[in-house]
């Protein structure tokens, strides 16, 4: 009975009551969260569950750390995602495999202006499997966007979590969708 009053309580009420030593309080906000956060590092690092979970774990540890820091005009959400984001990007630059793509400097990127509808032909979950695979490929920041922006967190969260201008963060989601574009249109033609 308490944990379905726990559901109703807002984050900023649950904050406030585990921030009170009420502990019940915390595990209603980690079950609203835990599935999210855990889908957007799996597809953030695709094939590295244990990294995932490390990551998944020490976000957690961190968010219970800083819960008193939380600042209530901002996404819970965008706040325990950035939490991970700065994690992963530590870990990365721990083991000095981080890769460093220059996305506003790359010249070389050719881009159709056609409108590529490949979807009209596959089934949902043709197109889902597809999806998830270019997704995949996309380079680290733009899948990081385009991951972020379908929890959907604004365009200025994702500036902050990814420690750059909006406009970078809008030109990194506007490569992604492009990108996705052309492999999707890819994929249908090897299909075809």
Not at 81 to 98: G, M, P, V, Y
Not at 100 to 125: A, G
Not at 136 to 165: T, Y
Request: charged share 30%.
């Amino acid at each position: 009975m308490e944990n379905d009053h726990k559901r109703e309580l807002s984050d900023s009420e649950l904050i406030d009551s585990f921030l009170k030593d009420e502990l019940s309080a915390f595990e209603a906000l980690y079950e609203r969260y835990r599935k999210q956060l855990y889908s957007y590092l799996h597809r953030l690092m695709p094939g590295q569950h244990a990294l995932v979970d490390d990551i998944f774990q020490q976000t957690w540890i961190r968010v219970i750390g800083q819960l008193h820091a939380y600042r209530h005009n901002q996404k819970f959400l965008a706040w325990i995602i950035r939490i991970s984001h700065n994690l992963a990007i530590d870990h990365f630059r721990r083991s000095k495999h981080e890769e460093t793509n220059d996305f506003e400097s790359d010249r070389n990127i050719f881009f159709s202006e056609e409108k590529y509808e490949p979807w009209r032909n596959i089934d949902s979950s043709e197109l889902s499997a597809a999806l998830e695979q270019c997704i995949r490929k996309l380079p680290h920041d733009q899948r990081e966007v385009f991951l972020l922006r379908q929890e959907n967190i604004g365009f200025k969260e994702i500036a902050k979590i990814q420690k750059c201008s909006i406009n970078t963060a809008l030109g990194r989601m506007q490569y992604a969708i492009r990108n996705l574009q052309k492999q999707l249109s890819e994929w249908n033609f090897r299909k075809g």
